[in-house]
């Protein structure tokens, strides 16, 4: 009996269309070779079926796995466009992450930080790119998140252009002793970049991958830039 193998179509799976073709093929061709044989044995000598019928049950699995590719390229291609939608969902959002740097747009940045203790001196400093205050501010300020909004002015009295800006804020107890801060930036995502290997948000110049975002809303307009409220 003339064999078949049909495990050896698994050795290079390209389209799972041309595979289940391929297969069908194949398995036309072991029919007709099995009807044939069958058809013209020896009835006195006849053919041992343990090997047709594992030749069927190889055949069998095989177009099993080609259907498990299938359905697996779907479940891929499904979270591929739920990726994308859920991705493309935060245009025009406002998102908050772990960090001291934000992006001057349009005439304002935004940072939200958290003293764990009141204070009678504290000190909110703006940075530019090459590490230089360009604005500085101090004065008391309560225990817990506050929000600190930059307009763009800097202490010179000139506007500071649109970039990246690094906010330090330095806070002391009545004792002197130095109480520990921690700063969140948001901005507005304004575009998505797809080209690397997973796609990342665009706040400005700036990407953000989805696993640094810690919560994302609508844009709120009425926010007051207040040191400590």
């Not at 290997?197 to 207040?226: F, H, M, N, W, Y």
Request: glycine share 10%; aromatic share 6%.
């Amino acid at each position: 009996m003339v064999e078949i193998n049909p495990y050896s179509a698994l050795s290079d799976l390209g389209s799972s269309s041309s595979d289940r073709v391929a297969i069908a093929d194949n398995f036309d061709t072991f029919l007709s070779l099995l009807t044939t044989q069958l058809l013209n044995q020896n009835p006195l000598d006849p053919l041992d079926t343990s090997e047709f019928t594992q030749q069927l049950v190889q055949f069998t699995e095989v177009e099993q796995t080609i259907k498990q590719n299938e359905n697996l390229e779907k479940l891929i291609q499904l979270s591929a466009a739920n990726t994308l939608t859920n991705i493309v969902g935060f245009l025009g959002g406002e998102v908050t992450l772990s960090g001291t740097s934000a992006e001057l747009k349009g005439g304002t940045a935004s940072w939200n930080y958290e003293i764990e203790g009141a204070s009678d001196n504290a000190t909110i400093s703006v940075l530019d790119s090459n590490g230089v205050p360009v604005f500085t501010t101090s004065g008391p300020a309560p225990s817990g998140k506050s929000t600190f909004l930059w307009d763009g002015r800097t202490d010179a009295g000139t506007t500071a252009p649109d970039g990246t800006y690094t906010l330090s804020v330095t806070a002391a107890d009545a004792n002197g002793t130095a109480l520990n801060v921690t700063t969140e930036v948001t901005g507005i995502v304004d575009g998505v970049n797809f080209n690397g290997a997973e796609p990342v948000l665009l706040i400005g110049s700036r990407e953000v991958k989805l696993d640094e975002i810690l919560s994302v809303r609508l844009p709120d307009t009425g926010t007051q830039s207040l040191l400590g409220a």
